[in-house]
């Protein structure tokens, strides 16, 4: 168990529809990151949150959304699913943002949109 | 840029050294990191390595930077059927945090 908790484990959904994965990062940990993996795609950075507020943005798409809450678990939301969203969602949590930043993962939500 | 490029494969024999191996375009990388990925799990930090410093030795992992060059590589010495999993090298673009990750090395080891 890595610290950093992610809920749900599985989800099957349908085109269209609006889904939303969680993470609790590991306790102490003020930042946190999404990440998704697709065969294709590898491991492609999305967004990151530090503290509350959005830190930096990768390749995500406007259809999905995220925010951190001031209990610092974070929350990503994927609406108007397609079939090219199935894919791995990972979150990752770290102390900070600077130094030897090491992340800490959770072990993934598995998105399947059918 | 933030790019990150590995090989995508590699096959070696159990006992054998493994060598796997990263380029990456961002010179700006204090940090550069190696994360394995067991079937069906999250990723796992292995090691990292100070952008100022050309080796790394932590047990049977020896990771080397050529920042001139920008690549990075990983050694396994003495791999074992344990060692098969997905290796991901990682670059930290920016003041921000965020790791930008490889594709990724699937490590197949053969009894």
């Known amino acids: 168990d890595s610290g950093v908790t992610q809920t749900p484990k599985h989800l099957i959904t349908a085109t269209g529809q609006r889904v939303t994965l969680r993470c609790s990062p590991r306790s102490g940990d003020l930042s946190v990151y999404w990440y998704q993996q697709s065969l294709d795609q590898g491991l492609q950075f999305l967004i990151q949150?530090?503290?509350?507020?959005?830190?930096a943005k990768g390749n995500i798409l406007e259809r999905f959304s995220a925010q951190q809450f001031p209990d610092l678990h974070s929350e990503l939301n994927l609406s108007s699913l397609e079939l090219g969203d199935s894919a791995l969602y990972f979150c990752?949590?770290?102390?900070?943002?600077?130094?030897?930043?090491?992340?800490?993962f959770g072990a993934g939500s598995r998105l399947t949109v059918l | 840029g933030e790019d990150v490029e590995q090989s995508l494969f590699l096959s070696v024999r159990e006992g054998d050294s493994s060598v796997i191996n990263c380029t990456y375009t961002?010179?700006?990388?204090?940090?550069l990191y190696w994360y394995k990925q067991e079937p069906g799990a999250g990723l796992q930090l292995l090691t990292y390595?100070?952008?100022?410093?050309d080796m790394k030795q932590d047990q049977r992992l020896t990771v080397l930077l050529n920042k001139k060059d920008k690549h990075l590589s990983l050694r396994i010495a003495d791999t074992q059927t344990g060692d098969s999993a997905i290796y991901f090298c990682?670059?930290?673009?920016?003041?921000?945090?965020?790791?930008?990750f490889g594709q990724g090395t699937t490590l197949q080891v053969k009894p």
């Open positions: 961002d010179s700006s990388s204090t940090y």
């Open positions: 949150y530090y503290n509350g507020e959005e830190r």
């Open positions: 990682a670059e930290t673009p920016s003041n921000t945090g965020k790791l930008i």
């Open positions: 990752a949590s770290s102390v900070g943002v600077s130094g030897a930043n090491v992340l800490t």
């Open positions: 390595i100070f952008s100022n410093m």
